[in-house]
């Protein structure tokens, strides 16, 4: 038979401390991440609605404020939310209350009737605007002056 002494401080025992790091729960976060910010770049891409702006010589910076989209379908969309022509002055007032700058942008598409237009501009102005931007797009390579 063998004598068995009791293990010395050197010696390996079974109660040891593992020191490694669990990398687990830190990757299902990056994926959850990862899936929260694919769901969300896609929903911001597709929130406005498709205009062919017409186009201008000379463009400036579109200033900061509350942007009125009618397309050739003649929809009304204040700030990305389709409103109707009745609910057009509500939704500009509560809108313009929010806004730092009064000033409303309109994105008219380029089939758009000028009485269309002219008339969501008097409602911006009854809803309180202060100033109106005309949305366009700078002119293409083959454009002419």
Do not use: Y
Request: without cysteine; proline residues 6%; aromatic residues 2%.
């Amino acid at each position: 038979m063998a004598i068995h002494s009791l293990p010395s401080a050197d010696e390996m025992t079974g109660d040891d401390i593992v020191a490694e790091i669990n990398i687990t729960p830190l990757t299902d976060i990056f994926l959850v991440l990862l899936i929260i910010f694919m769901v969300t770049t896609s929903v911001i891409s597709s929130q406005g609605k498709e205009v062919d702006l017409p186009s201008s010589a000379i463009a400036s910076e579109t200033p900061a404020g509350v942007t009125v989209t009618l397309t050739s379908a003649d929809e009304i969309a204040v700030d990305g939310t389709v409103v109707t022509s009745e609910q057009l002055k509500p939704a500009l007032e509560a809108a313009l209350a929010k806004a730092k700058d009064k000033i409303v942008i309109l994105r008219g598409d380029r089939e758009v009737v000028l009485g269309s237009a002219v008339n969501v501009l008097d409602v911006a102005q009854e809803a309180g605007a202060k100033g109106i931007a005309l949305a366009t797009k700078p002119p293409g390579p083959g454009a002419k002056k």
